[in-house]
């Protein structure tokens, strides 16, 4: 199984700080998907990224996937207590017969405090 | 909207029992999956199925068997239940490979207490 590292595994933070997670692998990705999970239910996909180099977008969210496609992170700027979870990254397998099955980081607990 | 429905949400085995945990999507997914989740470790693949009928061990297999024998409706089989196997189960679907952008839809999870 190719590991993905993901740091840190816990961030604590005051309302309207930044903060970064990062998502690292010694080997090439074909895509990266990161997703957030709230206590009691499952993970939801928050974005895929497939491309190096890649940014994408989604509100206070930024998610950068880098060029040799080996490494990624999720930026929050301005967070807010809503932005408290479990934030999981995942790579996809290879094609052929992966069948969209996902290796995911440990994950990062993400607590906002008012 | 699609919905993968995990039909216990908590449960309490003894040890040695035999477990069933029933997922159901109704979004017509050729893909289902089986993750257990455990802190520290995030989500790791126990089973997955890409049709009826089919499936492929994931990264930990030992101690689980799974069914498939509708489209929609992916079963896991603790044959004899161990405390090790206390944990968050997640049931998951796709129509595709995730390398293609396809988005896999988690149930809400199943916890399991072995005593």
């Known amino acids: 199984t190719q590991l993905l590292e993901q740091s840190p595994q816990f961030l604590s933070i005051q309302e309207g700080e930044n903060l970064t997670v990062y998502c690292n692998s010694s080997?090439?990705?074909?895509?990266l998907q990161w997703y957030r999970q709230e206590p009691g239910e499952g993970p939801v996909l928050l974005v895929t990224?497939?491309?190096?180099?890649e940014v994408k977008k989604l509100k206070r969210l930024t998610f950068q996937f880098g060029d040799a496609r080996k490494d990624s992170s999720l930026h929050i700027t301005a967070a807010q207590p809503g932005d408290t979870g479990l934030y999981l990254c995942?790579?996809?397998?290879?094609?052929?017969?992966?069948?969209?099955?996902?290796?995911f980081g440990q994950g990062t607990i993400l607590t906002v405090h008012p | 909207d699609v919905k993968v429905t995990q039909s216990s949400r908590y449960l309490v085995k003894r040890t040695g029992e035999k477990v069933f945990l029933e997922c159901v999507q109704d979004?017509?997914?050729?893909?289902m999956f089986w993750y257990r989740q455990d802190p520290g470790l995030g989500l790791r693949l126990i089973y997955f199925?890409?049709?009826?009928?089919?499936?492929e061990k994931g990264d930990i297999p030992e101690g689980y068997s799974v069914s498939r024998e509708k489209k929609e409706r992916f079963s896991l089989i603790l044959e004899s239940a161990s405390t090790n196997q206390t944990s968050m189960y997640l049931c998951?679907?796709?129509?595709?490979?995730?390398?293609?952008?396809?988005?896999?839809?988690f149930g809400e999870g199943s916890w399991l207490t072995v005593v």
């Open positions: 998951a679907s796709s129509l595709g490979q995730a390398s293609s952008g396809n988005t896999i839809y």
């Open positions: 080997s090439v990705f074909s895509s």
């Open positions: 990224v497939v491309t190096g180099g």
């Open positions: 995942a790579r996809g397998g290879a094609g052929g017969t992966s069948y969209g099955k996902l290796t």
């Open positions: 979004m017509d997914h050729e893909n």
């Open positions: 199925s890409y049709d009826v009928k089919m499936k």
